[in-house]
């Protein structure tokens, strides 16, 4: 079972900044949290990950609460080709970890 | 480098047929990740593998499916005998582990429908 939880989907307007939330409440310390989206019909694309600091980079920002138990996804002007399904997962960097998705966020940007 | 390769893209086949999928992994990637998305149950971890050797095969549906990895550039996934209910797109994703990126590379999918 995936450990994150998601909202299903989210509205946000054209050129405004998207904050996706995700929880994560039984993150291990090892744990990192990665974000993925899925444009339509495409195989999922990796945006950003962070372990417990504050992440950028030319995608997004990723910011993660002190105690790791949740984190936001930034995009900062988002476009109408940022609508997409969000994915957030947490995993080691162990070789035998499972990399499980959730049903992740589905993002509307609005003209 | 080319990316995750699959093969093929679309594939229609009638119930009772065999199906086999399959997944050139990115050169020098040694976890390999088969997946199964549909609208109802999302996207789903098969099976993967770790230096061409399978690590978790929990997520397999049923024994109709198998999976093999022969060598570090090659993957496939089989449905014998395929089902209606098998029809999904079917994703292969290979990572650099442990990989301090570790970015998660899909292909484009094999979407397969069994009549």
Known sequence: DAKTTQPPSMDCAEGRAANLPCNHSTISGNEYVYWY????SQGPQYIIHGLKNNETNEMASLIITEDRKSSTLILPHATLRDTAV??????????DDKIIFGKGT????LP | DAGVIQSPRHEVTEMGQE?????KPISGHNSLFWYRQTMMRGLELLIY???????????????????????????????????????????????????????????????LTVL
């Open chain 1, 37 to 40: 989206r899925q444009i339509h």
């Open chain 1, 86 to 95: 969000y994915y957030c997962i947490v995993r080691s960097s162990n070789r």
């Open chain 1, 106 to 109: 589905r993002l509307h940007i």
């Open chain 2, 19 to 23: 199906v086999t999928l399959r997944c």
């Open chain 2, 49 to 111: 593998f770790n230096n061409n050797v399978p690590i978790d095969d929990s997520g397999m549906p049923e024994d109709r499916f198998s999976a093999k990895m022969p060598n570090a550039s090659f993957s496939t996934l089989k449905i014998q005998p395929s089902e209606p209910r098998d029809s999904a797109v079917y994703f292969c994703a290979s990572i650099m582990t442990p990989a301090n990126t570790g970015e998660l590379f899909f292909g484009e999918g094999s979407r």
